[in-house]
């Protein structure tokens, strides 16, 4: 089944403590990203990218890293998590040739507190 | 600054009702794209528009480009409670189809 996975899907975490969350898809698709969703303001693109080592910022990357050494993987990493990066946090991937079109993860709940 | 305005943000309505759900921008899109979340799960894709003045048809969902390329809206036809769901536009700008902006969404309640 053609799928973006994300882990965990819920985390409770304090300030300061680094975190990772997964993602991976199983489509081959080039292009993948990430976005963080809050109440009033939609979805909001953190970083994406184009390919394999291809990254690039997007509106709200500030607080947030990411990698791509695999094609199937595009992990996020906190690095020092704070209260304001408490979010609803999507991953997708696409085709990007194909309008970019996006196919998303199920979300990961993050609380910072 | 919110790129793309979405509007209404909220709609609750009557089963067999007809809405629209405008995406409005001062910016041109190489290409706009609809997609509808439910509760507990991420955005699924119904449509993308890509020629300015284009539309598209999906059973009672009726999706329009603006002739600029700057707007769009969602028309749905006897809305019924399966519709229920939190609509978002997003666009691609031209030259830098990698960056998706998002609207900021419209919560549209259908009652039985």
């Known amino acids: 089944e053609a799928q973006v996975t994300q882990n965990p899907r819920y985390l409770i975490t304090v300030t300061g403590k680094k975190l990772t969350v997964t993602c991976s898809q199983n489509?081959?698709?080039?292009?993948m990203s990430w976005y963080r969703q809050d109440p009033g303001l939609g979805l909001r693109q953190i970083y994406y990218?184009?390919?394999?080592?291809?990254?690039d910022k997007g509106d709200v990357p500030e607080g947030y890293k990411v990698s791509r050494k695999e094609k199937r993987n595009f992990p996020l990493i906190l690095e020092s998590p704070s209260p304001n990066q408490t979010s609803l946090y999507f991953c997708?991937?696409?085709?990007?040739?194909?309008?970019?079109?996006?196919?998303f993860g199920p979300g990961t709940r993050l609380t910072v507190l | 600054t919110q790129l793309l305005e979405q509007s209404p943000q909220f709609l609750s309505i009557q089963e067999g009702e007809n809405l629209t759900v405008y995406c409005n921008s001062s910016?041109?899109?190489?290409?706009l794209q609809w997609y509808r979340q439910e509760p507990g799960e991420g955005p699924v894709l119904l449509v993308t528009?890509?020629?300015?003045?284009e539309v598209k048809k999906l059973k009672r969902l009726t999706f329009q480009f603006g002739d600029a390329r700057k707007d769009s809206s969602l028309h749905i036809t006897a809305a019924q409670p399966g519709d229920t769901g939190l609509y978002l536009c997003?666009?691609?700008?031209?030259?830098?189809?990698?960056?998706?902006?998002f609207g900021q969404g419209t919560t549209l309640q259908v009652k039985p």
């Open positions: 528009v890509v020629t300015g003045g």
């Open positions: 489509m081959n698709h080039e292009y």
């Open positions: 997708a991937s696409s085709l990007w040739q194909t309008y970019n079109e996006q196919f």
């Open positions: 910016s041109v899109f190489s290409s």
């Open positions: 997003a666009g691609a700008r031209s030259g830098n189809t990698g960056k998706l902006i």
């Open positions: 990218s184009m390919n394999v080592e291809v990254t």
